[in-house]
């Protein structure tokens, strides 16, 4: 099972721009579908963007669609999420996940390998 850290989170002024990073360690990282999910106070956790094993797949959700990519490097056990036109309701901690297999699913269903969290605010 592989261990996942995120980082580069912070504090960002409406219709600005952040890269989240997801570093995995272990041997097996090309082996996961991958996707990012995030948190707001007093919600669920809810699925931004996934990306199939390749690279060559993703799926966003409705809200983030056009303004948010996710990528990968499975050379350098990766995974990258580019936000762009940020808004104050992007605000959340943002988790990376991995799902064994090759569907990149748009819920939580078989995600089974959380990091800690990195928050983003975004202010209006």
């Known amino acids: 099972q592989v261990q996942l850290v995120e980082s580069g989170g912070g504090l960002v002024q409406a219709g600005g721009s952040l890269r989240l990073s997801c570093a995995a360690s272990?041997?097996?990282?090309?082996?996961?579908?991958m996707a990012w999910f995030r948190q707001a106070p007093g919600k669920e956790r809810e699925f931004v963007g996934g990306?199939?094993?390749?690279?060559?797949?993703?799926l966003y959700a409705d809200p983030v669609k056009g303004r948010f990519t996710i990528s990968r490097d499975n050379a350098k056990n990766l995974v990258y999420l580019q936000m762009n036109s940020l808004k104050p309701e992007d605000t959340a901690v943002y988790y990376c996940?991995?799902?064994?297999?090759?569907?990149?699913?748009?819920?939580?269903?078989?995600?089974?390998?959380w990091g800690q969290g990195t928050q983003v605010t975004v202010s209006s």
């Open positions: 996940a991995t799902r064994p297999g090759t569907i990149v699913v748009g819920n939580r269903d078989g995600y089974n390998n």
């Open positions: 272990g041997r097996t990282f090309s082996s996961y579908v």
């Open positions: 990306i199939n094993r390749s690279g060559g797949s993703t």
